[in-house]
């Protein structure tokens, strides 16, 4: 068995006596950090994969009434800045990349555009075309290690079903969640 750290984001802010509670259904390995915003939850648990591990926490942290898993904290979508920070160049040299700009090209499309106009990708998406196109291709970064990127695409798929979960659980519409909830099932 490993060990593995991640957060999950929890639907509401809890209180002391749901804090006691997490703890005695199970999250005796996880902290709690919770506010007017919500609540956050640090796990460091034990299990054979990260997957496991996430899925054992969630259901853990769904033994307290009215407490869901609604999110996995993952840093699996960047932007500019993000990206920028990440490899060590300006902001401007990776907005010329993603334009097409500088560079070779075939930078991958954003995945989603915030509306305030800001482009977001997948970092797992952007991580092969910086291995072959970026500044220092020769020194492999940690973050561009198979182990890492992994855990990154691993972490962004539970985020992913937790979304949609929770999506499901406040669609008004019956018919609507009935559909939709056997298109999870089929994954």
């Not at 106009?117 to 952007?126: F, K, M």
Request: glycine share 8%; aromatic share 6%.
């Amino acid at each position: 068995m490993s060990s593995y750290e991640f957060s999950l984001r929890l639907n509401r802010e809890v209180t002391d006596a749901e804090i006691e509670a997490l703890y005695e259904a199970g999250c005796g390995d996880a902290a709690v950090e919770t506010g007017p915003l919500g609540a956050m939850v640090d796990f460091d648990r034990e299990a054979p994969s990260l997957a496991e591990a996430i899925t054992a926490a969630v259901r853990d942290v769904e033994k307290v009434a009215g407490v869901r898993a609604v999110g996995v904290a993952c840093d699996a979508m960047v932007t500019l800045l993000g990206i920028s920070e990440r490899v060590g160049v300006s902001r401007e040299a990776v907005r010329l990349w993603a334009a097409g700009l500088r560079g070779p090209g075939g930078f991958p499309r954003p995945v989603m555009i915030t509306a305030g106009g800001e482009s977001v990708w997948e970092w797992e998406q952007v991580v092969p075309w910086l291995m072959k196109h970026g500044p220092d291709r020769q020194a492999v970064p940690a973050w561009s290690l198979p182990a890492e990127a992994s855990k990154a695409h691993v972490l962004f798929t539970a985020d992913r079903v937790l979304r949609a979960r929770d999506a499901l659980r406040s669609e008004p519409d019956g018919v609507v969640r009935r559909e939709l909830e056997r298109l999870l099932e089929d994954a």
